[in-house]
């Protein structure tokens, strides 16, 4: 073969390839261009997720809230705004990285450097684990509001008497309502992890010719709608139910409305920022970054601001696990390179 001539299959998996006449030319992979600036597309939607979804219930801390969504005013009223948020985070950060690391719904995600994803994930998890041992400072009452919307017309008072302001959780010990609390923030976390497996399942199957969902988008930001429609489907379902339960006197207070709004419109944005995220980056990345970031910062809320947590130790306890996050974000932002 002459020295001059370049084989037609001279090929390197591991660079760009462009095809010329017959000919490869090789073009040496450049990071600072088209993937440095995904990945910094991909990070700034992140800390904005994160921002968001860890600051949603801001609005509404120091207003009643009733009854609340679900298990969200338990928990934030049984064992506050930082460490519940926390403890959800993690069993989110759980279950979503997993599903996504090792394809239960779908298609195994794979990462450059699978060990610093690993290592990273874990450090996200073990910082909520250590949160479980900050004890919080929560009032239970933060509004002088007793009235709710609906009275009970047969009284011409509120349905729940002289007291109406009180909750449930009021009748049961510190300990009881800690372990309520911290159960159900682990349940709901756990929820949250699994809500991105219908789009990971339809993602990984569009491409097959046998499957329903063949066709379908790979492109994240065309599953936001339909995400923010089931959640207000299932909303409105649970709030039907509960008015029906509650004879049609549901606690709601008119002072919650307006921030109640704010606080959903937070989390819309915060979840658009996830999903932009996702088609920057990949799930697998984003869920240890999103899922620690928004408890970190729920947690920075819940210590300066409303002082839930008190104490030198409780202080050191926070410092530890506030190192271990960052840590364990600065692993797995490294994966991905």
Not at 62 to 87: H, P, Q, W, Y
Not at 138 to 154: A, G, Q, T, Y
Not at 236 to 241: G, M, R
Not at 243 to 262: D, E, K, Q, T
Request: glycine letters at 8%.
């Amino acid at each position: 073969m002459p020295l001059n001539e370049v084989p037609e299959t001279t090929v390197c998996p591991k660079r760009d390839e462009i095809v010329v006449t017959g000919n490869v030319k090789i073009v040496p992979f450049n990071f600072n261009s088209t993937n440095a600036t995904h990945l910094a597309y991909g990070v700034a939607a992140n800390v904005l997720a994160a921002l968001l979804y860890g600051s949603n219930f801001v609005p509404v801390k120091r207003i009643e809230m009733g009854d609340g969504n679900i298990a969200a005013v338990t928990i934030v009223k049984a064992i506050g705004l930082s460490v519940g948020s926390v403890i959800w985070s993690s069993s989110c950060l759980l279950i979503g990285w997993a599903s996504t690391r090792f394809g239960w719904f779908g298609s195994p995600q794979e990462v450059p450097r699978p060990m610093l994803n690993y290592c990273g994930a874990g450090l996200c998890l073990l910082s909520g684990l250590i949160f479980f041992f900050v004890k919080t400072d929560v009032k239970l009452h933060l509004s002088s509001e007793s009235i709710p919307l609906l009275l009970d017309r047969r009284s011409n008072s509120c349905s729940y008497g002289q007291s109406s302001s009180e909750f449930w959780m009021d009748a049961i010990g510190p300990k009881t309502r800690r372990f309520i609390g911290c159960l159900l923030a682990v349940v709901s976390g756990t929820l949250s992890g699994f809500s991105f497996a219908p789009i990971l399942y339809i993602k990984s199957h569009s491409s097959s010719p046998d499957s329903i969902f063949y066709g379908a988008s790979d492109y994240d930001l065309d599953y936001v709608y339909a995400q923010c429609c089931g959640i207000f489907i299932a909303s409105t379902v649970y709030l039907a139910i509960y008015c029906a339960a509650m004879n049609n006197r549901p606690r709601v207070y008119s002072r919650a409305i307006l921030p109640g709004l704010f606080s959903g419109l937070m989390w819309t944005l915060a979840t658009y920022c996830w999903f932009l995220a996702n088609n920057y980056l990949s799930a697998v990345i984003t869920f240890p970054i999103v899922s620690a970031g928004y408890g970190l910062v729920a947690a920075l809320w819940g210590t300066l601001v409303f002082r839930e947590i008190k104490g030198l130790v409780n202080c050191l306890i926070f410092t530890l696990a506030f190192c271990v996050v960052l840590a364990g974000c600065l692993l797995t932002i490294l994966s991905k390179l």
